[in-house]
């Protein structure tokens, strides 16, 4: 008879990723989304969300949800493909594709779904899939998933995407070949570690010149860049170009779920091939009309407005921290990385930092690579200046051994 073992192979890894400092917990909030919350008790500036614009406890936002709940109730009861595809997410793939300047758009209960779904869904055996070396971990698993050959490139590297290409024309020209070949290049617009931008511009001549197809991830860019803040594609003056464009509705949009914007014959295979589309219960009615509602106010000028004000907080704390203070649309981000390496260390740092008030998380491997820890700082446009004030002169009092160096 087999003894089972299996708590205590559970216990082991655990205790292993522990001594790495790798082991990880759920963080209990006492309250909703703000840059003051609670946790267990205790008030703390909030910089880790990727609430870039303050919308996930905005008013009206809000009450779009409540409007939604009243008249469609909380589940969708079904897939879309049954009977779940009720009118807030008909209203919102309609918004998003106008938004997007697509003919359509499809939506997917998270951003990961949206990745696996489609990435899956287009490719497989025989194909290839060339991805930026520090993709989203959704998108690494979704081309592992397709079963395609895959290929990495340097981080940013339009000289190691060519390559990469060069050498698939030359393995496998389209004449030795039974069906065209299809080589699927996925990077992310604005990258979620250090913020970078990807070359856009570089990476579509690129794949024009070698018949490639694009895939975006604009879930960090999306609200913030371009006309109404429609994102880097946009920005980048490359619309039309860009075959697919992926992007979450849960970061600057202050809602949830994640979509797919392009072409309708796109759009039309999806809905027929994408099994994380096909095979779930839809999105909750009430995320898709929040989502619409924060997609409609960050078209307006108010919405304008509140871009303005997180690119003035995100320049105090640039200035703050001895960063050049960068210029909106021009490599700035949200997102600003504390460089500290060891993993132990920034899980310190972090403690350190909760014990004076401050939440920003450590970010290590496997969202990072080893020895490439750091404090993952946000800023929102819900900061007020003093909250940035507070924060740099946090950040200056830290001892000699707990000091951090800003990334990119």
Avoid at 209 to 220: I, K, Q, S, T
Avoid at 325 to 333: E, Q, R, V, W
Wanted: hydrophobic share 45%; aromatic share 6%; glycine share 10%.
């Amino acid at each position: 008879m087999v003894t089972s073992n299996f708590s205590q192979e559970l216990e082991a890894r655990l205790e292993a990723w522990q001594g790495q400092g790798l082991r990880r917990e759920l963080r209990g909030l006492d309250g909703g989304q703000a840059p003051h919350i609670q946790m267990n008790g205790a008030r703390v500036l909030n910089f880790s969300s990727n609430d870039y614009l303050g919308l996930a406890n905005d008013a009206a936002v809000s009450q779009a949800a409540r409007q939604a709940l009243d008249r469609f109730g909380v589940g969708a009861g079904a897939s879309r493909l049954i009977c779940g595809s009720l009118p807030p997410h008909q209203e919102l793939e309609k918004v998003l594709a106008a938004y997007k300047g697509t003919e359509a758009a499809l939506t997917f209960p998270a951003g990961y779904m949206a990745a696996l779904g489609t990435v899956t869904a287009l490719m497989g055996r025989g194909d290839f899939i060339v991805i930026d070396k520090l993709a989203h971990a959704c998108l690494v698993d979704a081309a592992r998933l397709a079963g395609a050959r895959l290929r990495v490139f340097p981080h940013n590297d339009p000289e190691g995407l060519r390559r990469i290409l060069r050498w698939i024309d030359r393995r496998e020209p389209e004449s030795m070949v039974a069906r065209p070949r299809r080589v699927l290049v996925v990077t992310e617009s604005v990258f979620s570690m250090d913020g970078d931008f990807a070359p856009l511009r570089e990476l579509v001549e690129i794949k024009d010149r070698h018949g490639a197809w694009l895939m975006v991830d604009e879930a960090h860019a999306t609200g913030l860049y371009g006309s109404n803040g429609r994102g880097l594609v946009e920005a980048s003056g490359l619309e039309g170009r860009v075959e697919i464009q992926m992007g979450t509705l849960s970061k600057a949009v202050g809602a949830a779920g994640g979509y797919i914007a392009g072409s309708r014959l796109l759009v039309d295979y999806l809905v027929n091939r994408a099994r994380t589309f096909i095979f779930t219960t839809a999105p909750m009615p009430v995320m898709a009309a929040a989502a619409t509602a924060a997609l409609r106010f960050i078209q307006s000028p108010a919405g304008e407005q509140r871009r303005n004000a997180l690119w003035q907080r995100v320049a105090e704390a640039r200035s703050g921290l001895g960063l050049e203070p960068g210029k909106a649309g021009s490599g700035l981000s949200a997102i600003i990385p504390l460089a500290v390496g060891d993993e132990t260390a920034a899980m310190r740092q972090s403690a350190w930092l909760r014990s004076q008030g401050f939440l920003i998380p450590a970010v290590r491997y496997p969202a990072v690579a080893r020895g490439r820890a750091r404090l993952r700082l946000t800023v929102s446009a819900a900061h007020s200046a003093q909250d940035v004030e507070r924060l740099v002169a946090v950040l200056s009092r830290m001892s000699e051994e707990q000091q951090v160096g800003a990334g990119p």
